[in-house]
DNA sequence: AGTCTGCTTTACGTTAACGTAAACGTCAAG
DNA sequence: CTTGACGTTTACGTTAACGTAAAGCAGACT
């Protein structure tokens, strides 16, 4: 589609415009995710060329953001995805630090599910009181 | 148990520390969300006196944060609470509020759920690949 | 009286996550 | 060949959410 080839070759690239317009951000911040060390892109002469595993990446440091981590801590996140796993102490590594991540992410889902039961049991009382108005 | 009185009563009071220790933030970060209006205390001359009101929104505030609201959005929320709610037009306000943090939390959840789906796969693999080294 | 502890305001410093210009390269179209 | 459209680096600006002095008051202890 934005290369020569066929349409969902492995190899398809873009340009820094294309995937900021796709996913919906500026390419001021994708350079800054780049800086960062979250992304690398090639490049083509002094181009930045984006390929699949960099949409990945970018999806889930979009991901990571809006649950509100910081960029730092996505950084390590997604290198773990990139870690070799090839022996038993990278491995068992890698096990801590999900443990670690989903220990934090189940904090956030508790908050989330009372914030959203919350606003359940408010928008009950609120539709109550309409119906006493009439 | 900080002011005389019987403990439990609903006039109790609390000190600036106490509530910052309790709570698990600094002074500093209090008088923040006073400055930015997310709480109010009392004054006894020149001191700041928390009520349980206040303790509330302390406990709203930091539920806010840890969902990674920015303060000024958790200020317009909690707001919300206090608003008087007598006139259909005030109700019918508040439920289109309501509606909007809901479909703001469900998209966080959406996002939390896919992220630990997606830690859970990846531990899985990782103990299987554990396993397959013996 | 002196000193400590706890609280106060005022105000500048800091970090994160970009925004926003400035100044320049480059390739295809007019 | 000049004009755009698109890309690049460098660097200072901005907002949020506090941190961190600095300097002073007020009641309790010694």
Redesign the interface.
């Known amino acids: 589609m934005a290369t020569p080839g066929a349409a969902g070759a492995p190899d398809e690239t873009w340009t820094i415009a294309q995937i900021a317009d796709e996913f919906g951000v500026t390419h001021r911040a994708v350079r800054h995710y780049e800086d960062l060390g979250l992304i690398s892109p090639r490049r083509e002469g002094t181009r930045r060329i984006y390929r699949r595993r960099d949409r990945t990446r970018l999806a889930l440091i979009l991901?990571?953001r809006?649950?509100?981590f910081p960029l730092e801590e996505i950084r390590t996140i997604i290198d773990l995805y990139d870690l070799p796993?090839g022996k038993?102490s990278q491995?068992?590594y890698?096990?801590t630090q999900?443990d670690e991540?989903?220990a934090d992410?189940?904090?956030?889902?508790a908050?989330?599910e009372?914030?959203?039961a919350e606003?359940?049991a408010?928008?009950v009382s609120?539709?109550r009181?309409?119906e006493a108005?009439g």
């Not at 992410?105 to 889902?109: A, D």
């Open positions: 991901r990571g809006r649950l509100g796993r038993r491995l068992e890698v096990l999900i991540r989903r992410l189940e904090q956030r889902r908050d989330l009372a914030a959203i606003l359940e408010w928008e609120c539709r009181d309409l108005l």
